[in-house]
């Protein structure tokens, strides 16, 4: 690990429905996204 910050973050949607993102704190750009069903 290079020192990274990394904001995770996880939004609840209706019908149980997740999304999970990892954000560099930096840059702003998404590291990932996953939505769990």
Do not use: F, S
């Not at 020192?3 to 590291?31: C, F, H, M, S």
Request: aromatic residues 8%.
């Amino acid at each position: 690990m290079t020192g990274q910050l990394v904001y995770q973050i996880e939004l609840k949607g209706p019908n149980r429905a997740e999304w999970n993102y990892d954000v560099d704190a930096k840059t702003g750009k998404v590291v990932r996204n996953a939505e769990d069903h």
